[in-house]
């Protein structure tokens, strides 16, 4: 059975205070790692799609990596604004589902 | 971007009625459409995977009774929630996906159901 594991459930930061969130995962076979950001009471907003281990991506503030076990999103520089729920989600070669873990309650203090 | 809708965002509704979720795709075909549940603080549970024109699979544990879902149509699928009690009270979301790019899921904005 495909796990996936977040730590911490929450982290909060000073504005500027840079940090990272992990993803701990277990899969067979993993076909893509997903993070997303959740606002309370939205539906999750896609960040990025990681495939591979050694695989880096950014998108302004944050940057994802990924290792054959873990992912960590990295937060450079935070913002209020960034405060949110992050989700991991891992998809198995298998089939098309996600799963998702609990994810981590970011907030960022001005 | 490919955007996903929702109907209603929320309810209320009394206890043994039904109430039902519409899921649309509106600016892409969606072949797959994802029901998830979440409840507070929890992670996002996968309930059913449709596909347009054939039965939903249901995770374990789902009663496909009481979580009817059709997806009739490559834009819209439903989900009724039968005879709710206070315990299916919970956020629920549909993702979709299009053909050729079935490992992005992109996910609409949600609805809560509150059964009193």
């Known amino acids: 059975e495909d796990q996936v594991t977040q730590s911490p459930e929450a982290l909060r930061l000073q504005e500027g205070e840079s940090s990272s969130l992990n993803c701990s995962y277990t899969v067979s076979g993993l076909r893509g790692l997903f993070w997303y950001r959740q606002d309370p009471g939205k539906g999750p907003e896609f960040l990025f799609t990681l495939y591979s281990a050694g695989e880096e991506k950014e998108k302004e503030r944050l940057k994802a990596t990924l290792t054959k076990k873990e992912s960590f999103l990295h937060i450079t520089a935070p913002k209020p604004e960034d405060s949110a729920t992050y989700l991991c989600a891992v998809q198995a070669w298998s089939n098309y589902k996600l799963t998702f873990g609990k994810g981590t309650l970011l907030t960022v203090n001005p | 971007g490919a955007v996903v809708s929702q109907h209603p965002s929320w309810v209320i509704c009394k206890s043994g009625t039904s109430v039902k979720i519409e899921c649309r795709s509106l600016?892409?075909?969606?072949?797959?459409m994802f029901w998830y549940r979440q409840f507070p603080k929890q992670s996002l549970m996968l309930m059913a995977t449709?596909?347009?024109?054939?039965?939903?699979?249901?995770e374990q544990g789902v009663e496909k009774d009481k979580f009817l879902i059709n997806h009739a149509s490559l834009t819209l699928s439903t989900l009724t929630v039968t005879s709710a009690h206070p315990e299916d009270s919970s956020f629920y979301i549909c993702?979709?996906?299009?053909?050729?790019?079935?490992?992005?899921?992109?996910f609409g904005p949600g609805t809560r159901l509150t059964v009193l």
């Open positions: 993702s979709a996906t299009a053909a050729g790019a079935e490992n992005e899921q992109f």
């Open positions: 600016d892409f075909q969606a072949t797959t």
């Open positions: 449709s596909n347009e024109g054939s039965k939903a699979t249901y």
